[in-house]
């Protein structure tokens, strides 16, 4: 149904580029633009901004 259209599912990239993903939904009525958190990166072992990939 509108679940795909307002909630659809993005992939979130690690910015230290160790090719970690995480992956979430976000809300476009709420964040229309690129989605960053900071998330634990197990690859490196320290928390690193995730950056939505598209």
Known sequence: MA???TRPVVTLRS????GHA?????S???NPDRLVLRK???V???H???R???
């Not at 910015?15 to 160790?18: E, L, Q």
């Not at 995480?22 to 976000?26: G, L």
């Open 28 to 30: 476009r009525r709420n």
């Open 40 to 42: 634990f990166d197990p």
């Open 22 to 26: 995480y992956v979430t939904r976000k």
């Open 48 to 50: 690193v901004p995730f």
């Open 15 to 18: 910015t230290a580029g160790t």
């Open 3 to 5: 679940r795909n259209d």
């Open 44 to 46: 490196l072992g320290a």
């Open 52 to 54: 939505e990939a598209r």
